[in-house]
């Protein structure tokens, strides 16, 4: 279970209040308006941002003041998520060992990855070499070969287009998605919530409102995704 | 971003650099200020020489940047073969060693030239290159490339739209679009012309000279060398530091942005032509004044190069171990500051344009010579102090691209647990190999043809190249002198594309 408690965030002149607790085994997504702090608040998850106050804890350990790399937590960003100049192997090596240095049998798990993500046989080449849809698919295979018990995605497949969006979604819930793993999302777009969210936070006026279950939460919206998802359409 | 956040890699390589750099500058003006002999003040002949410093400056900048501006125009709006070749060109000046150039310009300009040759033909009196003009025909011709550059990178940077707005308005482009950028532009790139002349030593030393052609640079060397008076050698260092610090200041308010910047490839498409034999004139003209000393330098070198004594061999690789050390320090220097980012990184960056390798030099001497003989020192210190006043060239260099890395990368490295030495090897090396194979190579060409430090320092034992080369000349061994520049000046370029070029191998990204 992630827990945000009495968790405070402020940048320039934003600020965002969260208490939250998502349980393990499902697929939160965060929903709301532009600049309402759906991104912030995964940065501060992922500890790219200090909160002002209030502590973010996994299972009962406080994370607040470990450094990124040392949280349970893989992140995937809009871009940037694969270094141009290594290799998608070497990009996906960095998971088991931020040297390079892999042994035999860690080249084998790497491969492993690839070919589950549907990537046999394009570990030798670089990023640039490869579509937008295969770039996400290296990512992916970094994420789950970390193996980490939370995996934030700040929208990164968002320059997709639509039938890969939802390919990379699917791939997300097949492969990542699992009773021991919390995987937490942003999104703008409604579809991408109910194609794979299990519940959805509200993130609207300052505040992350507490998980509700995705069908149920689109049934019954609450004023705020109300007035998001009207405005969306008109 | 803030990256105190996560902070990957460790403070004390950009902290040791930033020690070294203060005491290099701050620490030398110290020095030279408590050796200094305030109590007699300035001499006549120390006013003449901050007067002659002073108007050679305002002269050498102001032509160059006047006659920059045709030239530049030119090349902003002309297609032609070979234009590239000629902008890449303009950037070799900066490598090029200045003793070199100006035996180039004395083999066109001087006695034994061929101008004069030409006007004795015709039966004209032949011209004199020593003094006042020689020392600002010097300047321009190594600062008009760079202010041609400057300038073109102004025009370049008006929007095509702006022309396409002027053409369909039938506006005059020149005052509307023209002069705006031209004076937006101008007063900077006169003050780098200006601050880079403030500072010339081996132009002085060489084609001026005497009581009405001395620079304060040329006069700490002489009270040093010649006349052993540290106390005048340190006033004149004091005077010479305020000086450029003065104009380095302006320089830095006025001109923030990068002046080595790309994209010179490009050619506005614009409407109103003007006349062509204009522009070919200014090109024409611009390459022959460039080009002629450059290619005097090969033709007049080329013959004595098999018979060089050894001494200047030994020179040579004297020169190359100087400058690969003095390159590889400047490097490190800049990657370390780069790397721990900041407004006091900017700072420190910029402090050794304020400082002149005289300067630097005397409050070095005068540091180290209580307890060694200089002449002992005078290598390491020739290394040391050149990759410090190259500092802020590969710095600006370096440091966008380094900044880009954290910018782009960060978040993705510290969330991958990527940190110090794994993160400087895995994402920041192979990511900065240009800027820093450029960088490199400049430091080296910077270091390989100084004639400063070394002049101040050296003895017979410690002959650098360029030394070497300027002996030769007052030997009046001038074939032996045009074979070492040529060596000189191959040895310079061969460094700068050495590494150049090693940035580049493998680079796709």
């Known amino acids: 279970m992630l827990t945000c408690d009495g968790l405070r965030l402020a940048q320039d002149d934003f600020a965002l209040r969260a208490d939250l607790r998502l349980p393990k085994g499902r697929v939160t997504a965060l929903i709301g308006p532009s600049g309402a702090g759906k991104s912030t608040l995964l940065s501060a998850l992922a500890g790219f941002l200090a909160p002002v106050a209030g502590h973010i804890a996994w299972d009962g350990v406080d994370l607040t003041d470990l450094s990124p790399g040392a949280r349970p937590i893989s992140i995937l960003f809009q871009d940037n998520n694969l270094f141009p100049h290594l290799t998608v192997a070497q990009n996906v090596g960095l998971a088991l060992r931020p040297t390079l240095r892999l042994s035999n049998t860690e080249k084998a798990q790497v491969a492993a990855v690839l070919d589950a993500v549907g990537l046999t046989g394009l570990g030798g080449r670089k990023p640039g070499a490869l579509s937008g849809g295969q770039q996400s698919r290296a990512a992916l295979a970094r994420v789950l070969l970390g193996d980490r018990p939370v995996v934030l995605l700040d929208e990164p497949f968002a320059a997709l287009g639509p039938g890969l969006k939802a390919e990379m979604l699917d791939l997300v819930r097949l492969k990542l998605a699992g009773p021991e793993r919390l995987v937490v999302m942003v999104t703008h777009d409604p579809d991408d919530a109910k194609r794979i969210a299990d519940d959805v936070v509200v993130v609207a006026d300052g505040h992350a409102a507490a998980p509700v279950a995705t069908a149920a939460l689109f049934d019954h919206p609450p004023q705020a995704l109300a007035d998001y998802l009207g405005k969306r359409v008109g | ?509």
């Not at chain 2, 005059?172 to 101008?186: K, Y």
């Not at chain 2, 090969?298 to 050390?325: E, K, N, Q």
């Open chain 2, 1 to 509: 971003m803030a990256r105190g956040a996560f902070a990957v890699t460790p403070r004390w390589p950009g902290a040791l650099t930033g020690a070294l750099v203060l005491v290099l500058t701050l620490g030398t003006l110290a020095a030279v200020a408590l050796r200094a002999q305030w109590d007699g003040g300035l001499s006549t002949a120390d006013w003449a020489a901050i007067r002659f410093t002073v108007l050679q400056a305002v002269v050498s900048a102001g032509l160059s940047v006047l006659l920059a501006i045709p030239v530049s125009r030119a090349l902003a709006r002309r297609r032609f073969a070979g234009r590239q070749v000629l902008i890449t060109l303009l950037g070799a000046p900066f490598l090029l060693p200045v003793i070199v150039a100006v035996l180039g310009l004395l083999s066109v300009f001087g006695r034994g030239g061929i101008l004069n040759a030409g006007l004795g033909a015709l039966g004209f009196a032949p011209l004199s290159v020593y003094g006042f003009h020689g020392v600002v025909l010097a300047h321009v011709f190594f600062n008009l490339p760079l202010a041609t550059r400057l300038i073109l990178q102004g025009w370049l940077a008006i929007p095509a739209e702006r022309f396409r707005l002027a053409a369909t308005l039938n506006a005059p482009v020149g005052r509307l679009l023209e002069w705006p950028m031209l004076r937006a532009v101008g007063p900077g790139v006169f003050l780098v012309v200006f601050l880079i002349c403030l500072t010339s030593f081996a132009v002085a030393l060489t084609l001026g000279g005497g009581p009405r052609a001395t620079t304060v640079e040329l006069a700490i060397y002489q009270a040093l060398r010649f006349d052993f008076d540290l106390g005048r050698a340190a006033l004149l260092a004091c005077v010479q530091f305020s000086l450029c610090a003065g104009a380095a200041v302006v320089v830095w308010r006025i001109t923030g942005q990068d002046a080595m910047g790309a994209g010179f490839d490009r050619v506005v498409q614009r409407w109103d032509r003007g006349r062509a034999i204009v522009d070919g004139l200014a090109i024409g003209l611009a390459a022959i004044f460039l080009l002629v000393p450059l290619g005097m330098i090969v033709l007049r070198g080329l013959p004595g190069l098999g018979d060089l004594p050894a001494s200047v061999w030994i020179a040579a690789g004297r020169s190359i171990v100087v400058a690969t050390i003095s390159a590889t320090l400047c490097v490190s220097m800049a990657l370390s500051l780069a790397l721990w980012g900041g407004r006091a990184v900017a700072v420190i960056g910029v402090l050794p344009l304020a400082a002149s390798g005289l300067v630097v030099g005397t409050g070095a001497f005068l540091i180290v010579y209580p307890f060694v003989n200089p002449a002992r020192l005078a290598l390491p210190m020739t290394a040391l102090v050149n990759a410090t006043l190259a500092l802020p060239f590969v710095l600006r260099s370096v440091a966008p691209a380094v900044a880009g890395i954290q910018t782009d990368f960060g978040r993705l490295g510290a969330a991958l647990g990527l940190r110090g030495w794994a993160w400087l090897r895995i994402a920041v090396l192979p990511r900065i190999a240009r800027p820093l194979g450029f960088g490199a190579g400049l430091a080296a060409a910077l270091s390989m043809g100084d004639l400063g430090v070394i002049a101040l320092f050296a003895g017979d034992a410690q002959e650098t190249l360029p030394l070497a080369m300027y002996r030769l000349m007052g030997a009046y061994r001038m074939e032996s002198a045009a074979a070492a520049g040529l060596l000189l000046l191959a040895l310079s370029l061969l460094m700068f594309w050495i590494c150049d070029r090693g940035g580049r191998v493998d680079a796709d990204m």
